[in-house]
């Protein structure tokens, strides 16, 4: 199966070849860390597009970069491999670069193909391939079937007292929880009025646990890239002071926080849900996901919550810092009179 592991050049040759030969190329592109279930029935759906079907390999550096130390957990040579046995891949490449749109302009596939759970807008070499003539296509993806999953599967089952004990230790240093809004205090629907104006949906259970949680000495602040009232009034009702809305680029942001408060980054925990959190992240002492986060940033944080996003999630991170910081049952106890 080797002889299907090509470089840039030589698939620059099938390509031309095939389409002089009236033949039509399909393309898509990953990281590919464990093959499960979800990659095979994708790759099977994505092969019916292309004559011939060229699937883009990240190199293990590319991956580091994108989600983080801890990945890839196989090596670049032996995802090639795995991916070149499977009978409805043609050829493989591995490519280096953060996105393939340099391939992808190299190569001008006549279909490029994703999965369903990337918004159409958001498709690296999308421009590139339309402007050819070519089209996108977004098949769907299975729900659940993740690496992310498969991992974090295999260390709740042999290793989820070592991790939580890591993840505890980070929380006791937590002196202030930074929240987006949207996806994770929320649902991440936005729904708007006949008005126009914007609606959202809290969960109250949520809303509790941050008053316990600021009752205890614990800071919150909200940071998201939209912009809305409902948000302030939310903040208000809540008592959270540390509002910053319409923020594009986050990490100046958070660096702003850090010195305008006084923290230092091993004192604050981040919880996001999309990609666009991750150069926060990595700056933060403590990283959380939501449940229902992409799946590439749930490959790159120090938690990932059981509970989605505008349900629960942010309550559970609240009780996780709370009991990491011996709190919980002072937090707790007028309940119990």
């Not at 991170?317 to 011996?326: D, F, M, N, S, T």
Request: charged share 30%; proline share 2%; aromatic share 6%.
């Amino acid at each position: 199966m080797r002889d299907k592991i090509k470089s840039r050049e030589e698939l620059k040759e099938i390509v031309d070849r095939a389409r002089t030969e009236g033949r039509k190329v399909a393309f898509t592109n990953g990281c590919f860390d464990l093959i499960h279930v979800g990659h095979t029935r994708y790759l099977q759906e994505a092969k019916k597009y292309g004559d011939i079907f060229i699937v883009a390999v990240n190199s293990d550096s590319s991956v580091r970069a994108l989600k983080g130390d801890s990945r890839p957990i196989i090596s670049e040579d032996q995802r090639a491999e795995v991916l070149a046995a499977l009978g409805c891949v043609d050829y493989v490449t591995i490519f280096s670069e953060l996105d393939p749109l340099k391939l992808i302009t190299y190569l001008k596939p006549d279909f490029l193909v994703k999965g369903g759970d990337w918004a159409a807008d958001s498709i690296i070499g999308k421009e590139v391939v339309e402007a050819e003539g070519g089209r996108v296509i977004r098949v769907s993806v299975i729900e659940g079937a993740a690496t992310t999953n498969i991992v974090q599967r295999v260390i709740d089952i042999y290793c989820k007292g070592k991790v939580r004990v890591e993840v505890e230790k980070k929380a006791k240093a937590i002196r202030l929880l930074v929240l987006d809004v949207d996806g994770v205090m929320t649902d991440g629907r936005v729904v708007f009025a006949d008005s126009g104006e914007e609606l959202k949906a809290f969960d109250v259970k949520d809303g509790h646990g941050i008053k316990m949680l600021m009752r205890s000495g614990v800071g919150v602040a909200l940071l998201t890239g939209r912009e809305s009232r409902v948000v302030l009034h939310r903040a208000k009702d809540l008592g959270i002071d540390m509002v910053y809305q319409g923020a594009k680029d986050k990490l100046p942001v958070f660096e702003r926080i850090l010195s305008e408060k006084g923290f230092i980054g091993e004192e604050v925990c981040y919880v996001g849900d999309d990609i666009v959190d991750l150069p926060v992240m990595r700056r933060c002492g403590l990283s959380i996901s939501v449940a229902d986060a992409h799946e590439e940033l749930k490959g790159s944080v120090d938690y990932v919550t059981l509970m989605p996003g505008g349900r629960g999630a942010v309550r559970e991170v609240c009780e996780l810092i709370l009991k990491a910081q011996g709190k919980w049952e002072d937090a707790t106890s007028r309940y119990w009179k």
